[in-house]
T-cell receptor
Framework: DTGVSQDPRHKITKRGQNVTFRCDPI?????LYWYRQTLGQGPEFLTY????????KSRLLSDRFSAERPKGSFSTLEIQRTEQGDSAMYLC?????????????FGQGTRLTVV | EDQVTQSPEALRLQEGESSSLNCSYT??????LFWYRQDPGKGPEFLFT???AGEEKEKERLKATLTKKESFLHITAPKPEDSATYLC????????????FGAGTILRVKS
């Protein structure tokens, strides 16, 4: 399967714990995005990378959130000191910006539940 | 003010009953409008990209159209397997390549 892969699919954690999610994009894609989706809403932008450079973070993104994309391949999203409000589906997407078509392809997401 | 609004919020159809979903946007400098399908507990699945008014794209029972301020997703003779949430998203000049999503339309097709 050459699609976007996310791990884990589900994560339950206690409030105050740190969690880390991983995303493996489609191999030739140079852009990688993180989105968050809560029930009944569309995905909301968090941050994105072009190759290994993090180009933008949403103003809504707390300092407890950090993302990396070492070597421009896979990416990790870490949430420190989790809060119940962090419970959501975390989606990763990738795209190839060099072409006219800039469609982003999404992974299956990581469902985070903070108890 | 919401930049992308989808209607209706939910739609129930009988199998074979054609209908349309609407996506309206208020942004200027549209770069692209995207339709995704999302099944429960899964990530969005890409369907179509539209770039300019008058453009149309088709895939099986789905047809997407674009005007200057809205897009329609037409579903012809739907089947139960078309049941899903359909998400619309836009990219626009001021916002780079980031997708701005609507809240989606939940479609249920009964046999």
């Amino acid at each position: 399967d050459t699609g976007v892969s996310q791990d884990p699919r589900h994560k339950i954690t206690k409030r105050g714990q740190n969690v880390t999610f991983r995303c493996d994009p489609i191999s030739e894609h140079n852009r990688l995005y993180w989105y968050r989706q809560t029930l009944g809403q569309g995905p909301e932008f968090l941050t994105y990378f072009q190759n290994e450079a993090q180009l933008e973070k949403s103003r809504l993104l707390s300092d407890r959130f950090s993302a990396e994309r070492p070597k421009g391949s896979f990416s990790t999203l870490e949430i420190q000191r989790t809060e119940q409000g962090d419970s959501a589906m975390y989606l990763c997407a990738s795209s190839l910006v060099q072409t006219m078509n800039t469609e982003a392809f999404f992974g299956q997401g990581t469902r985070l539940t903070v108890v | 003010e919401d930049q992308v609004t989808q209607s209706p919020e939910a739609l129930r159809l009988q199998e074979g009953e054609s209908s349309s979903l609407n996506c309206s946007y208020t942004v200027s400098g549209l770069r692209g409008l995207f339709w995704y399908r999302q099944d429960p507990g899964k990530g969005p699945e890409f369907l179509f990209t539209l770039y300019s008014a008058g453009e149309e794209k088709e895939k099986e029972r789905l047809k997407a159209t674009l005007t200057k301020k809205e897009s329609f997703l037409h579903i012809t003779a739907p089947k139960p397997e078309d049941s899903a949430t359909y998400l619309c998203a836009v990219t626009f000049m001021e916002y780079g390549n980031k997708l701005v999503f609507g809240a989606g339309t939940i479609l249920r097709v009964k046999s």
